[in-house]
Antibody, heavy 118, light 112 residues
Framework: EVQLVESGGGLVQPGGSLRLSCAASGFTVSSYWLHWFRQAPGKGLVWVSRINSDGSITDYADSVRGRFTISRDNAKNTLYLQMNTLRVEDTAVYYC???????????WGQGTLVAVSS | DIVMTQSPLSLPVTPGEPASISCRSSLSLLHTNAFYYLDWYLQKPGQSPQLLIYLRSNRASGVPDRFSGSGSGTDFTLKISRVEAEDVGVYYCMQHIQTPHTFGQGTKLEIK
C-alpha cells in the first residue's frame, strides 16, 4: 500500500527553524517528482515546492524561496523540507504529495501542522 | 504567476442533481505535448485532498464515472452528473504547466 507520512511539525517562534519529513512506503521515491503544499487554517491549498527524481531540479514558491529548502534521500525513501526564518504567515498544515509523469498528485500525506507564534 | 479563478465559490446541490464548476486560467494550459496541465482535487471535510481528474479529462483511479473534466485553452469545467452526499467538500482546480503551480480559490459543494 502506498503511503506518505509527514512529521516534524510543531510550534515555533518567528525566526525559528523546523525540518519536515515525508516518509514514503509502498513505492520507491526515486521514480517520482515529489511536492510540498500547505494550507493555512480555513484557507485554500498552496503549492510550496517540488523536487525531481534525483534531486537535481528544485522549484519554490516566491513566498518561501531563500528560506525553505526541499531535499530528498532516496536511500531512506524520504522527502524533506527545511524551513528557516519562519514567519507567522507560514502557519499551515503542510502536505507532501507524489506526482507521476503524466499524472496528478495521486497520493497525499495526512499533513503536519506548523504553527509560528510568539 | 498563472491565476486560477473558480466559480461559483459556493454550490448548494440537491442529491441526484447535476453540478458544474468552472475554472479559468490567466494563461493557456496547453503544453507543447498537446496535453492540458490541469487537475481537479476534492478535499472532503477533515481530510487531505484527493485527485479526481488529471490532464484536464482523465479520471483518477477509483473515481466514479459521474465525475468528468473538459475544456480547452483557458476555460475548464468539472461536472458531476448526479451529486451524492459523499461528494461534499471543497473542489480545487490546479495548473502545473509552469511554476509556481497554482490552485483556484476552491468551490464548496454542499447538499441542500
Amino acid at each position: 500500500e502506498v503511503q506518505l507520512v509527514e512529521s516534524g511539525g510543531g510550534l515555533v517562534q518567528p525566526g525559528g527553524s523546523l525540518r519536515l519529513s515525508c516518509a514514503a512506503s509502498g513505492f520507491t521515491v526515486s521514480s517520482y517528482w515529489l511536492h510540498w503544499f500547505r494550507q493555512a487554517p480555513g484557507k485554500g491549498l498552496v503549492w510550496v515546492s517540488r523536487i525531481n527524481s534525483d534531486g537535481s531540479i528544485t522549484d519554490y514558491a516566491d513566498s518561501v524561496r531563500g528560506r525553505f529548502t526541499i531535499s530528498r534521500d532516496n536511500a531512506k525513501n524520504t522527502l524533506y523540507l527545511q524551513m528557516n526564518t519562519l514567519r507567522v504567515e507560514d502557519t499551515a498544515v503542510y502536505y507532501c504529495g507524489r506526482r507521476p509523469t503524466g499524472g496528478g498528485i495521486e497520493y497525499w500525506g495526512q499533513g503536519t501542522l506548523v504553527a509560528v507564534s510568539s | 504567476d498563472i491565476v486560477m479563478t473558480q466559480s461559483p465559490l459556493s454550490l448548494p446541490v440537491t442529491p441526484g442533481e447535476p453540478a458544474s464548476i468552472s475554472c479559468r486560467s490567466s494563461l493557456s494550459l496547453l503544453h507543447t505535448n498537446a496535453f492540458y496541465y490541469l487537475d481537479w482535487y476534492l478535499q472532503k471535510p477533515g481530510q487531505s485532498p484527493q485527485l479526481l481528474i488529471y490532464l484536464r479529462s482523465n479520471r483518477a483511479s477509483g473515481v466514479p464515472d459521474r465525475f468528468s473534466g473538459s475544456g480547452s485553452g483557458t476555460d475548464f469545467t468539472l461536472k458531476i452528473s448526479r451529486v451524492e452526499a459523499e461528494d461534499v467538500g471543497v473542489y480545487y482546480c490546479m495548473q502545473h504547466i509552469q511554476t509556481p503551480h497554482t490552485f483556484g480559490q476552491g468551490t464548496k459543494l454542499e447538499i441542500k
